[in-house]
């Protein structure tokens, strides 16, 4: 029976199987598996499941969450691609004569994806694009298969903490200013491409500092993430994955072979609010009762810089070196407007993509 290529927006069992089993990273690095990605992908409708099967058996999957975010401004379609997966993946589990057409399978698929014509005349060429860790030579090659290339750098900032507590000022944002923190949101990311508003507080809670008078004056949108820790290199992975468990302090950091952290984004701060920063993030992780935090952003971006400069990185934050990763896209319809908006702009990161 031939390879069967096709394509659903349901997230199948055995796909939810895949995704529960599947372990990120690269040896001597960092790997890890997403416990609850099955449960997060099956509250997003709008991700297109690309499926390779032979015999009713999967043979490789990859997701692309369709949404409608600004590119230079301006409303764009987007495909946003991840959880590519090819069993073997160009190593020793499969024939070499096997890898090439389940690589052309999925390469047609995402081709396909990437030359459909927008449904509505008011939007823009499209743009698919991924998040690949900088030294992860396979995905690498894989992705510039398909034609992506690198445009930017993301960077993860980490932060621990062993005691949490909230600003006096910190609370939930209530429903009826979540308008004026959307507009905040759009204004502070308009020189940002691939920022999406619309879906945003559907992710998590959204927490705020307010002043005296009980306005907001900064935000972050936070939700619970839960990993299973394969491998951490290094002194400092050695001691967390295998001393931390054993002491009570430690253990809040790290449980064994576990990591619950507090995944942020959607952060609203205006310059002036900045020495807030650390306050907000710190409320946000203790509001999960967690005592670890995750956040993501363009590497070279103003308000990554000021995450970098103004969070405490904590224990954890300072085990560990600074992780980044490549932007890599490719254009539907490419002008070079579009490219230098591509290489000179901002990418506005989700947590919840990487997650």
Not at 1 to 18: E, F, G
Not at 92 to 104: F, I, L, V, Y
Not at 117 to 133: C, G, I, K, S, T
Not at 329 to 341: I, R
């Amino acid at each position: 029976m031939p390879l069967l290529a096709h394509s659903t927006y349901t997230l199948r069992p055995d796909v939810a199987k895949v995704l529960h089993s599947t372990v990120y990273g690269l040896p001597g690095k960092l790997r890890y598996r997403q416990l609850d990605a099955a449960e997060k992908c099956a509250r997003i409708s709008n991700t297109r499941w690309l499926l390779l099967e032979k015999n009713g058996k999967l043979l490789g999957n990859a997701a692309v969450l369709e949404r409608n975010s600004q590119l230079a401004g301006q409303k764009t379609s987007t495909a946003y691609v991840r959880y590519l997966s090819i069993p073997g993946g160009g190593q020793s589990t499969h024939s070499r004569t096997a890898e090439p057409k389940r690589h052309n399978h999925i390469r047609a698929l995402l081709a396909n994806e990437l030359a459909a014509q927008p449904h509505n005349d008011e939007v823009l060429p499209r743009v698919l694009f991924a998040y690949v860790e900088a030294d992860n030579l396979p995905s690498q090659q894989l992705c510039a298969s398909f034609g992506l290339r690198s445009y930017r750098q993301l960077r993860t900032c980490i932060s621990s903490r062993f005691f949490t507590r909230t600003h006096p000022r910190f609370r939930v944002l209530r429903e009826a200013e979540k308008p004026l923190v959307l507009q905040k949101l759009q204004e502070q990311y308009q020189s940002y491409n691939f920022f999406f508003g619309e879906e945003l507080f559907g992710h998590g809670d959204y927490y705020v500092i307010t002043n005296e008078q009980d306005e907001p004056l900064l935000g972050c949108l936070v939700f619970r993430c839960d990993w299973e820790i394969v491998e951490m290199p290094g002194v400092g992975g050695w001691l967390i994955k295998h001393v931390f468990p054993h002491v009570p302090l430690l253990r809040r950091l790290f449980p064994k072979h576990h990591l619950s952290f507090a995944a942020l984004e959607g952060l609203w701060c205006p310059p002036n609010q900045r020495h807030l920063l650390d306050a907000l993030f710190e409320g946000c992780t203790a509001a999960l009762k967690l005592h670890v935090s995750m956040f993501w952003d363009d590497a070279a971006s103003e308000m990554g810089m000021a995450v970098e400069k103004s969070v405490k990185k904590g224990l954890i934050g300072h085990l560990n070196e600074t992780v980044y990763a490549d932007i890599v896209m490719k254009t539907w319809q490419s002008t070079q407007a579009l490219e230098t908006a591509l290489q000179e702009l901002p990418v506005y990161v989700s947590a919840h993509d990487l997650t």
